[in-house]
């Protein structure tokens, strides 16, 4: 038996403690069939197989990214960029230069603004956008996503006026003196005017997903944890399939929404291939730091009238972690507030109690302000923390949000690992970079509380072994071994060789899905 495809002269880091290092990688249907030397690795080689000599690059099981919205994603590369502006002005600028290219009417989008890096230290207003918005409803979405700010047409299409009660769970922010609507609305008041925006056709959707598919292997991502919220995105995810664009491995994340349909049609989690996989179902129970909606104990340190918002009361949260673990599903459960998670572990706990489940795998999703306490209680329960390690990067400001007490406590991996909690990591993408380097490089070289930096080889395993385990998928996937799925990624240097800061210029050289090469980096 030949190989279809045969990596050699590589320095294959394999994510399997018995066997770290190899030289070279034979591959047959799809598979892995041998890793070793050189040498052992060329009497697989026959007429027909190829060849790559990767002259001494080194090469990592494929990355898994455990938290990516990829619709979202593939919409936001179409709106306005706001990442990284300084200044309203700079908002206003790139809003300027966009409506001049819109026609009268339509809509103008754009993600990615932070109040706290403005040099104005104030959020936008719908009277900022306004001046250079006269012709069209606009809406810009805060980076953390819970968020948004819009134009005065926006608020007035959607009925928004200084009488308009703030929804369940949602807050419209008014002006203190005269009452009326600042622009800014929180978590489910964003819905007032995400509504007002025409759907998207499964056609351009199409095109989104392709196009963000494409940027997710660019970065070398072999597998998504992809978190959708309609029954479209699932249709996409099926047809780019059918038409060979979907170039790498899919496990659904559904919302909570749609739970009574999942199960109306016997599905749970596991079902399908490993190709597309039905995963874990989504519930959220709190919003963000960045937006001051996070459910906290205590008061935020620089607004000392907020404490965020949760989404459910415990009773209801209760019930539809029991409804989806009853169905067959794995949860992963959006919590980033100790409050959140206080409460989504209460959950967890009675319905384990209740009705017990060896082997369930729950997940809690970013699990940012934590306390020993509640790290305890995960470990004990074997909770997942799905974790966003570029958040670090992000919110540079955490300990002005929170006070330095807790903020020692904010995105704690080190601990997380060092007490037994299986740790994964994701990006959030749209709200972080989609690149997986990156994450590694923000957990190996935190500068805020480095007592919470990890190795190299745990920032490794966070994207590769832990979050094959995440999607019950460790026997296929997740480290270079005979028999596991043939996902590979090349990178352009050592991350165990060069300092931790340069681990965020390391590139992707190549991204191998089953054994088929669907990205090579260009000269």
């Not at 052992?40 to 455990?66: H, Q």
């Not at 919220?229 to 399939?241: F, G």
């Not at 899919?250 to 749609?258: D, E, G, Q, T």
């Not at 007592?451 to 999607?471: C, F, G, H, K």
Request: aromatic share 6%; net charge positive; with cysteine.
């Amino acid at each position: 038996m030949w190989a279809d495809l045969v990596l050699t002269n590589a320095n294959v880091l394999t994510m399997n403690p018995s066997k770290p290092h190899a030289q070279a990688i034979a591959v047959k249907d799809h598979k892995i069939i041998k890793v070793g030397t050189n040498k052992e690795i060329k009497t697989w080689i026959g007429k027909n197989t190829e060849i790559i000599n990767l002259k001494g690059k080194t090469v990592v099981p494929g990355f898994i990214d455990t938290h990516v919205h990829i619709t979202g994603f593939g919409k936001s590369l179409k709106q306005i960029n706001l990442r990284g502006v300084n200044s309203i002005k700079e908002i206003q600028k790139k809003l300027k230069s966009r409506a001049q290219k819109t026609p009268k009417g339509q809509w103008i989008l754009g993600r990615g603004w932070d109040q706290d890096r403005l040099a104005e230290r104030r959020y936008p207003t719908r009277w900022d956008l306004d001046k250079f918005s006269p012709n069209n409803p606009v809406i810009f979405t805060r980076v953390c996503g819970h968020l948004c700010v819009a134009n005065s047409q926006t608020l007035e299409s959607a009925g928004i006026t200084k009488e308009t009660t703030s929804p369940p769970a949602g807050q419209i922010d008014k002006d203190l003196k005269t009452g009326e609507p600042t622009g800014i609305l929180r978590e489910n008041a964003m819905n007032l005017v995400w509504k007002m925006i025409p759907e998207s056709s499964e056609e351009e959707l199409m095109e989104a997903c392709s196009l963000a598919c494409q940027k997710a292997v660019e970065a070398g991502l072999t597998s998504v944890h992809w978190l959708i919220s309609s029954p479209t995105e699932i249709r996409v995810i099926q047809k780019l399939r059918e038409q060979n664009k979907l170039p790498l491995r899919v496990y659904i994340v559904v919302s909570v929404k749609l739970l009574d349909h999942l199960i109306d049609l016997g599905l749970h989690t596991g079902f399908g291939d490993n190709r597309i996989r039905v995963g874990s179902v989504k519930i959220f129970s709190d919003g963000s730091l960045g937006a001051r909606t996070a459910a906290l104990f205590q008061p935020y340190h620089d607004e000392p009238t907020r404490k965020g918002i949760v989404l459910y009361t415990q009773r209801k949260l209760n019930t539809l972690v029991m409804e989806a673990h009853k169905a067959g599903f794995q949860l992963a459960i959006h919590a980033i507030g100790d409050r959140a998670i206080d409460m989504v572990l209460t959950a967890l706990e009675k319905v384990l109690k209740e009705a017990p489940k060896k082997d369930h795998r729950h997940r809690i999703e970013h699990a940012s302000v934590l306390n020993k306490r509640l790290i305890q209680r995960m470990r004990k329960l074997k909770v997942i923390a799905s974790v966003q390690p570029h958040f670090v990067v992000s919110d540079f400001w955490v300990a002005n949000r929170v006070g330095s007490t807790r903020a020692r406590w904010v995105y704690p991996f080190k601990t997380l690992i060092q007490e037994g909690v299986l740790t994964t990591g994701g990006s959030d993408c749209p709200v972080e970079p989609i690149d997986p380097l990156l994450g590694i490089w923000a957990a190996v070289a935190r500068e805020a509380f480095p007592e919470e930096r990890i190795s190299v080889d745990d920032a490794l395993r966070l994207y590769t072994v832990n979050a094959a385990y995440a999607s019950f998928e460790e026997d296929i996937k997740g480290s270079i071994d005979v028999g596991k799925l043939a996902d590979l990624v090349v990178l352009s240097r050592e991350p165990h060789e060069i300092s931790p800061n340069e681990i965020r210029d390391v590139k992707v050289e190549m991204t191998i899905v089953g054994g088929k090469v669907v990205y090579v980096k260009s000269e």
